[in-house]
């Protein structure tokens, strides 16, 4: 699970883009972009989630139009199960629409994530926000006849809380997804909305 969600951000620092800030889970923190502006720890959630009763938690939705924390979807997960004996690791938010098959339309996925933690209060305390793109791995392998082909492929954006998220507390995520009218282009720039999923990471059960 690991790699495909983090070679994206690997083959972009190595890449044209240069390498930018990251945080404990390898997301690219983003300070300043479009979609995270205020609103996000104050709006109504979108979607509710109590993890003590479903601790797999898992959403796929379109994101809302609205004034404040514009293009977004907002998910709160109340009381976070985490651990070995809920085999949760994490919290995680993700491309959820249709599957780029070119170069072209791949590098023009954009996913943008925020990160909020629930006070005492009830009130959000804003911790971070990340960002993610879709990156083409081209496989250049010619195709023998009557063996299995490999074919060039995306790697959707997708960002992942583990570090960042502790059991018992409660958080609020914040998703945006969306399709640039170019490739690698400005997220604030003209796009279409696109579907963002939300899951609770689960830890791969090992072979017996």
Known sequence: MRNWLFGGC???????????????DGNILEPSVAM????????????????????RWSINEPLVERNG????????????????????????????????????????TWLG??????TASGSFSHIKDVTSRGVWVAVDVPCVPGDLCLASYC???????????????SYRLVGSARL???????????????NVEFDAS???????
């Open 155 to 169: 790697e959707p954006p997708a960002v992942a809380f583990m570090g960042s998220v502790n059991d018992g507390f």
């Open 202 to 208: 689960v830890i791969p059960i090992p072979p017996k």
């Open 113 to 118: 994530a925020s990160l909020f933690k629930k």
């Open 10 to 24: 690997v083959a972009i620092c190595l890449g044209l883009m240069g390498c930018d800030a990251t945080d404990e």
């Open 36 to 55: 995270f502006q205020t609103g996000c720890g104050t709006l109504t959630a979108d979607n509710v989630f109590d993890a003590r009763k479903d601790p």
């Open 180 to 194: 640039l009218s170019i490739p690698n282009g400005e997220a604030s720039g003209p796009h279409r909305s696109r």
């Open 69 to 108: 924390c514009i293009d977004s979807r907002i998910v709160d997960v109340n009381h976070f199960q985490k651990g070995s004996d809920v085999r949760v690791d994490g919290a995680l938010v993700k491309w959820g629409d249709e599957m780029p098959q070119t170069q072209f339309d791949c590098e023009r």
